[in-house]
């Protein structure tokens, strides 16, 4: 990329911002409550601005879907999923806050047993895994410097780790609420420079495939389904659930769900159009881009120094807003929902604090390896959440909705068989590829629906017999 000298002074100067974050946000943290939740008192604005930051850092998988498939990258990664925001915002948000819990294993516990804390702090972990997008990082970092890419995911770690192993939770609000600035400002300058240097919609017409315009991309009505069901991602999102904790009542927790909507449908609206520019300008010749980086090829096309170096702030800040956070999430898992709560119930404060310092290590280092491995951000979306949504949300729901009683022997059996059968459906898959490498399902079906099938099933039948064994 033609980078200048005033472009790459914006995005040290981010650096140096968060820098200095980490340097001054330890004074505010004066016991674990602030370390895990701000001293649950986060007001709405800062509510909706740590939720929508968080939230989408997958900016260059949204690229790669928008790039390759067009309009399918709103429905698939938009319209489904605000639809079950709204059924959070609605039925859950508030009844998360008045349980004045950490996280989601303690909810488990509360509805089942420690057992199912245990298996669930497990899949939690797996569901928070900064790895995807610590890979976006480190594919920006390797084309903005010029690095390995294993250097740059490194490098980005590390910067990530200062602050929020300093801060904790307000380390990660704070960069947050600036990163929720840099992001709507830097995505939103594209568009209106894409219509005005390409033209409009008929650019659009005349360089792209016919599938492209349609909401359904040329993809099976079953693919839909299954990336509309990725959308209850959601009701197992530790960082739904730990912003809610942390609201400073239980107001605030639907009124910025509601509030964040509006953000995030302006955003995708942003992003799925500058995908599709980016992939009609490749195909009339006028750049030249890659699916998961096309992003970065049309803003160094389009944009003036200044406004380059803005938006490539903005496009950092999005991801890095979600490395930090689920990082964090990460550590708690292993600090408050093992350490604490399985193996040490006598822990200090102190001790779990510390304890989640370590966890933050252990944390990015797995998302590292797992970086290193895949090779496509929407792969690891794909697989993290079939094997996250088939252990977790049957149990959750269940524990929120079902007013009977719960057999916990029921919670660890659904995860267990959910995820297995769709780790199973996974492996069968990939040990079997076409000609064009894509993964060849059993009876052509996604993981994710035997996944849940099984999860549901095996909860009603074992609740049923277990239940009635008790009376």
Not at 211 to 240: C, E, K, N, R, Y
Not at 260 to 287: E, Q, R, S
Not at 322 to 339: K, Q, R
Not at 356 to 369: E, N, P, Q, S, Y
Request: glycine letters at 8%.
């Amino acid at each position: 990329m033609d980078i200048s000298i005033i472009d790459y002074i914006i995005i040290i100067l981010y650096f140096i911002i968060l820098f200095i974050i980490g340097l001054i946000v330890k004074r505010k943290v004066h016991g674990l409550n602030d370390y895990f939740l701000a001293g649950r008192r986060l007001t709405l604005p800062i509510f909706v601005a740590t939720l929508v930051s968080t939230w989408y850092g997958g900016l260059l998988g949204v690229g790669e879907l928008s790039f390759n498939y067009g309009l399918v990258n709103w429905l698939t990664q938009g319209f489904f999923w605000y639809l079950v925001y709204l059924f959070f915002a609605f039925f859950l948000a508030n009844k998360i806050r008045r349980t004045n819990l950490y996280t989601i294993p303690d909810q488990l516990e509360r509805f089942y047993d420690k057992k199912s804390r245990f298996l669930g702090s497990i899949f939690n972990f797996i569901m928070v895994t900064p790895a995807a997008y610590i890979l976006s990082l480190g594919l920006i970092f390797n084309i903005l410097f010029g690095w390995e890419l294993w250097v740059s995911i490194f490098v980005v770690s590390i910067i990530m780790i200062f602050y929020t192993i300093r801060g904790g939770f307000i380390g990660v609000i704070y960069t947050d609420f600036i990163q929720f600035i840099l992001m709507m400002v830097g995505v939103a300058m594209i568009i209106p420079i894409a219509i005005q240097k390409y033209g409009g919609f008929d650019f659009l017409v005349t360089n792209l495939p016919e599938t492209h315009l349609t909401l359904t991309g040329g993809w099976s009505t079953q693919m839909i389904l299954v990336w509309g069901l990725l959308a209850f991602w959601t009701l197992a999102d530790p960082g739904f659930y730990q912003r809610c904790y942390a609201s400073k009542d239980d107001k605030i927790p639907k009124k910025g769900i509601l509030i964040a909507v509006g953000f995030w449908l302006l955003f995708d609206i942003c992003t799925t159009f500058t995908g599709m520019y980016a992939a009609a300008a490749n195909n009339a010749g006028l750049i030249t881009a890659e699916a998961t980086t096309s992003y970065l090829s049309i803003a160094a096309s389009l944009l003036p120094p200044v406004f380059l170096g803005i938006f490539l702030t903005g496009l950092i800040a999005t991801v890095m807003s979600t490395v930090d956070s689920f990082t964090f999430l990460g550590a708690m898992n292993i600090s408050h929902d093992l350490y604490k709560n399985i193996f040490k119930p006598d822990a200090t404060d102190k001790q779990v604090m510390n304890a989640t310092k370590i966890g933050i290590f252990i944390t990015a280092g797995f998302a590292i390896i797992l970086a290193l491995f895949f090779d496509s951000i929407v792969t690891m979306w794909y697989t993290i959440g079939t094997i996250g949504i088939s252990a977790l949300i049957v149990p959750i729901l269940v524990g929120f909705f079902y007013k009977g009683k719960k057999s916990p022997i029921a919670s660890i059996s659904s995860m267990i068989f959910g995820s297995g059968t769709s780790v199973s459906w996974l492996i069968i898959g990939y040990l079997n590829l076409d000609q064009w490498g894509w993964p060849q399902y059993i009876a052509g079906i996604e993981p994710l629906y035997p996944g849940l099938m099984v999860s549901f099933f095996v909860f009603v039948i074992i609740n049923f017999i277990h239940v009635r064994r008790i009376k």
